[in-house]
């Protein structure tokens, strides 16, 4: 294969489509990626390690990239001051007698 050939493969080759409902990696200027800088149906999210678990943490207000890099970067100012929480998923509401929600008697409840 000659010099010539080998670049309109190249120059050919697809880059990889955005997928809905799945967080898309979003490109720079340059075209590479900005490292955890995700992208999910129009939203900005960062995606870091914090306290030992992975995070997607929103971007609020960020509509274009340059938008989303200012924020990404205090949330990593506030990762390395150690002030970062990450939120947690809510627990299950449960009633002091040990039972799940729903009504205190659970014989009343008829179908």
């Not at 967080?23 to 590479?32: E, I, T, Y």
């Not at 390395?80 to 002091?96: E, I, S």
Request: hydrophobic share 25%; with cysteine.
């Amino acid at each position: 294969m000659r010099h010539s050939e080998a670049q309109c493969i190249a120059a050919d080759a697809k880059r990889p489509r955005k997928r809905a409902n799945q967080f898309n990696r979003v490109s720079g200027r340059g075209g590479k990626g900005l490292r955890g800088l995700r992208e999910r149906n129009g939203d900005s999210y960062a995606q870091m390690r914090v306290s030992g678990r992975q995070a997607r943490l929103r971007l609020e207000h960020a509509q274009t990239v340059p938008q989303a890099v200012e924020p990404m970067q205090v949330l990593k100012r506030q990762k390395r001051d150690g002030t970062l929480k990450v939120p947690r998923w809510k627990t299950p509401h449960t009633n002091p007698d040990g039972a799940q929600g729903g009504t205190e008697n659970p014989s009343a409840v008829r179908n």
